[in-house]
C-alpha cells in the first residue's frame, strides 16, 4: 500500500467514526437519548408507574431498562422474588401490576423506549418464544443477565461453562429478534487460576451473540479500568450502566457477594459529583461501540432530585 492509498483509507475509517460517533453523540456535543434503569426508582413506580414515567421524560429520559420477574418469567424467578421482597420494602417489576398493552400505551404516550431489559437466566432458557414476544411488543432490542447466580462461578471452569453457556442463549436470542447482553457486577475482575475471569467471558463468547453491559460503579470497584476494557473489547460493550463514585473504594474482598456490593452503596452518587471522569470513559465508550448510556443509582433515595442532576449533567457534557 503506497502513502496516497494509506491516507485515504485512514481518512475513510476516520470519517465513519465520525459518522457513527454522532449517531449517539450530536454535535452539540451532547448524548442523544439517554436512558434510565427502572431499579433506580422501584417505589414511584410501584406506586404510580404512569406518573413516573411521565416523570422521567419531564426529565429528559429517553429510554428505560426495565428489570424483571415478569408476568412470563419462570416460576422459581418469581418465587426468589417474592422471598427477597419483604427487605426490600417493595415488590413491583417488571410491569408493576400493568398488562404489557397498558405497559405499551404508557411508553407511547411519553415517547419513551425501552431497548433493553433484565432477566434471570432459567426464562431465557425455558420461556425465550415469550421474552421474543414481549420484545415485539414493546420494542426490546436486547434482553439479558444482571449478576451470574454464586455458584455458577466459584472457579474459571463455572466461569468456562457460564460462557459457553452464553453462547447457546445468544443464539436462542437471535432467533427470536434480540440480543443476549450480560451485565458486570464487581467479581470477576481479578485472577483466578490465573486468569481474569471477565475476559474469559469477553474471548470465549461469539461476538455476533453475546454482547456486554459495563457497569462503571462495579468496574471501578473491581479495581478495573473501564477505558482499558472499552479500548481492549471494541464492539463487545453495546450499553453502559453509569453512576458515578464519591471516592475511590475497592471491595473488601472479590466482590463476590451481596454483602460487599451493600457495604459500598453509600459512595454512590449522581453522574458528576464524583470521581470518576466520565467525559473521557462516554468519549471511548462512543468510540468502541457502545449504543445506550443508562443511569443507574440502586434504589436512590430522593430520585426526583438524584435523577434529575444527573441527567442535567450528561445533557451539559
Known amino acids: 500500500m503506497n502513502r496516497r492509498d494509506f491516507l485515504q483509507m485512514a481518512g475513510t475509517l476516520s470519517m465513519a467514526g465520525m459518522f457513527n460517533a454522532r449517531c449517539i453523540w450530536p454535535a452539540s456535543g451532547k448524548l442523544k437519548n439517554i436512558g434510565i434503569q427502572?431499579?433506580?426508582?422501584?417505589?414511584?413506580?410501584?406506586?404510580?408507574?404512569?406518573?413516573?414515567?411521565?416523570?422521567l421524560t419531564e426529565m429528559g429520559?429517553?429510554?428505560?431498562?426495565m428489570y424483571g420477574p415478569y408476568p412470563f418469567s419462570a416460576p422459581s424467578a418469581i418465587e426468589?422474588?417474592?422471598?427477597?421482597?419483604?427487605?426490600?420494602?417493595?415488590?413491583?417489576?417488571?410491569y408493576f401490576g400493568n398488562t404489557i398493552e397498558e405497559v405499551k400505551t404508557i411508553l407511547n404516550d411519553f415517547k419513551i423506549s425501552a431497548p433493553s431489559i433484565h432477566i434471570d437466566l432459567e426464562t431465557l432458557h425455558t420461556r425465550m418464544e415469550e421474552v421474543g414476544e414481549a420484545g415485539e411488543i414493546l420494542g426490546h432490542k436486547y434482553a439479558g443477565i444482571a449478576a451470574i447466580p454464586d455458584d455458577r462461578r466459584k472457579n474459571l471452569d463455572g466461569y468456562k461453562n457460564m460462557a459457553d453457556e452464553f453462547n447457546i442463549l445468544g443464539e436462542k436470542a437471535k432467533k427470536a429478534g434480540l440480543k443476549f447482553i450480560y451485565h458486570n457486577h464487581g467479581y470477576g475482575l481479578k485472577e483466578m487460576e490465573g486468569?481474569?475471569?471477565?475476559?474469559?467471558?469477553l474471548e470465549r463468547t461469539d461476538p455476533e451473540l453475546v454482547f456486554f453491559e459495563m457497569d462503571l460503579f462495579w468496574t471501578t470497584a473491581g479495581g478495573a479500568d473501564p477505558v482499558g476494557y472499552l479500548n481492549s473489547y471494541p464492539g463487545r460493550y453495546h450499553l453502559l450502566h453509569i453512576k458515578d463514585m464519591k471516592e475511590r473504594v475497592r471491595f473488601s474482598g472479590d466482590g463476590g457477594n451481596s454483602d460487599q456490593w451493600i457495604e459500598l452503596?453509600?459512595?454512590?452518587?449522581?453522574?458528576?459529583?464524583?470521581?470518576?471522569?466520565l467525559p473521557s470513559i462516554i468519549t471511548t465508550a462512543i468510540q468502541n461501540g457502545v449504543r445506550h448510556f443508562?443511569?443507574?443509582?440502586?434504589m436512590v433515595s430522593q430520585p426526583e432530585l438524584a435523577l434529575r442532576e444527573s441527567i442535567d449533567y450528561l445533557k451539559s457534557l
Open 195 to 201: 486468569q481474569v475471569p471477565l475476559n474469559v467471558l
Open 80 to 94: 426468589r422474588w417474592n422471598a427477597i421482597t419483604p427487605s426490600l420494602g417493595f415488590n413491583g417489576s417488571g
Open 38 to 55: 427502572l431499579f433506580s426508582l422501584p417505589k414511584l413506580l410501584e406506586n404510580d408507574f404512569r406518573g413516573t414515567i411521565k416523570m
Open 294 to 298: 443508562i443511569v443507574e443509582q440502586d
Open 61 to 65: 429520559y429517553r429510554e428505560i431498562e
Open 265 to 277: 452503596f453509600p459512595y454512590m452518587t449522581t453522574a458528576g459529583a464524583g470521581i470518576l471522569d
